[in-house]
Structures are given as structure tokens and as C-alpha cells.
């Protein structure tokens, strides 16, 4: 698979951002918008999805299941990307960095991208977080 150049854009509300020095802050519950723009055209039945990690990879321990945030899109162009996805109320605080780009085609192995993306935003959240819940012993089995 060639090399697809990609520009992205964080969005949210009707303010757009450019990459920049500045670290834009966000809550739980607040939706935001990823917009992925590819240097061409992909197949139309293409559809990509995204994930940033909090930065330094270990999660705070109470919240060690929520140190993702994924978007899921499709295109009406075939080349941008627009996502949306609302942030999760037991987030763990942090700098969260983007970590991968993944576009499925039809006919196609999955193709993740790491390309160098500087885009990275903050996540400031008061609540603590819940404590998982206790999985108890079980049995499993498989029948033919």
C-alpha cells in the first residue's frame, strides 16, 4: 500500500484549530471532531479510524481503562475524513497524543499509519475515576 499523506485537524464546537504550541483543553462529555484529510482519493467504501493515548503511557490506576480516545468516520468525498466522538466521563487526566490512523478497504488487510503527528490535547477531569468492577472465577467451555 502506497504511502497516503495525512493532514489532521482537530476540531470542536464551531472553532477550528491549527496545530500549534498551545495545548487545547477538554472535559468529559465534551464532543469533539477529528477531521483526517488524505492527498488523494480512497475507495469509497474506505473507512478509518483513529485513537490518541495519554501521553507517558502508564494510566492513572483507578482509570487504567481509559487512557484511549478513538474516533470512527466515513467520507462523503472519499478523501476527508470527518469524526466525531464524545469524551467519556472516567477519562484519566492528561496530555493525550495521537497514536495511530487505521484505513480498511474493502478487499484489503486493515493499514495502520504512526506517521509523525504532533497533534495533542489536554484532558482535564475532576471526577474520580470508578473503581473497576470485580470479574468473579467462571468456567468456560467450547462445544463443536
Given at each position: 500500500m502506497s504511502r497516503v499523506w495525512?493532514?489532521?485537524?482537530?476540531?470542536w464546537s464551531a472553532c477550528a484549530l491549527?496545530?500549534?504550541s498551545a495545548t487545547t483543553v477538554f472535559?468529559?462529555?465534551?464532543?469533539?471532531?477529528l477531521t483526517v484529510k488524505f492527498d488523494k482519493k480512497v475507495d469509497?467504501?474506505?473507512t478509518v479510524d483513529s485513537a490518541f493515548r495519554r501521553k507517558g503511557?502508564?494510566?492513572?490506576?483507578?482509570?487504567?481503562?481509559?487512557?484511549n480516545v478513538?474516533?470512527?468516520?466515513?467520507?462523503?468525498?472519499d478523501q476527508t475524513f470527518e469524526m466525531t466522538t464524545t469524551l467519556l466521563d472516567n477519562l484519566a487526566p492528561g496530555t493525550y497524543q495521537f497514536a495511530y490512523l487505521t484505513l480498511s478497504s474493502p478487499g484489503f488487510?486493515?493499514?495502520?499509519?504512526?506517521?509523525?503527528?504532533?497533534?495533542?490535547?489536554?484532558?482535564?477531569?475532576d471526577k474520580p475515576c470508578p473503581k473497576p468492577v470485580?470479574?468473579?472465577?467462571?468456567?468456560?467451555?467450547i462445544k463443536p
Open positions: 495525512l493532514m489532521v485537524v482537530l476540531l491549527a496545530q500549534t472535559k468529559p462529555n465534551d464532543k469533539i471532531q469509497p467504501k474506505s503511557g502508564g494510566a492513572v490506576e483507578a482509570c487504567k481503562n481509559s487512557t478513538t474516533w470512527q468516520g466515513s467520507s462523503p468525498d488487510e486493515p493499514a495502520n499509519s504512526t506517521q509523525p503527528v504532533t497533534l495533542t490535547f489536554e484532558i482535564k477531569n470485580q470479574v468473579p472465577n467462571f468456567d468456560i467451555s
